[in-house]
């Protein structure tokens, strides 16, 4: 059974910094792809970090690019987001998610399998 467990979200202030853990269990890296994808209400997916499953080579859009950054650590079966100088524009739900590949220029569902549950991040202003 695949099971992602998410923590770290939660409410901080522009320019906080927060740290979203990924727990997973039922496939491993070799499998997949792992990564972060964000929506916000009325808004659609927005990939924000991925990890290749070959290499690690790591995927961001511009949006997110040089405030966050995805790490894994294999002994865990585990994968992080730290996100830095956070906006109010980041305010959204993040899900933890494994891909068949990382493709920045794609849209977030053409290569996403599994997704967990979300965490909220809230960045006031």
């Known amino acids: 059974e695949v099971q992602f467990v998410e923590s770290g979200g939660g409410l901080v202030q522009a320019g906080g910094s927060l740290r979203l853990s990924c727990a997973f269990s039922?496939?491993?890296?070799?499998?997949?792809?792992l990564g972060w994808f964000r929506q916000a209400p009325g808004k659609e997916r927005e990939g924000v970090s991925c990890?290749?499953?070959?290499?690690?080579?790591?995927y961001y859009p511009d949006s997110v690019k040089g405030r966050f950054t995805i790490s894994r650590d294999n002994a865990k079966n585990a994968v992080y987001l730290q996100m830095n100088s956070l906006k109010p524009e980041d305010t959204a739900v993040y899900y933890c998610?494994?891909?068949?590949?990382?493709?920045?220029?794609?849209?977030?569902?053409?290569?996403?399998?599994?997704w967990g549950q979300g965490a909220l991040v809230t960045v006031s202003s």
């Open positions: 998610a494994a891909f068949v590949q990382c493709n920045p220029s794609a849209r977030v569902n053409r290569y996403l399998e599994l």
């Open positions: 039922g496939f491993t890296f070799d499998d997949y792809a």
């Open positions: 990890i290749s499953s070959s290499d690690g080579s790591t």
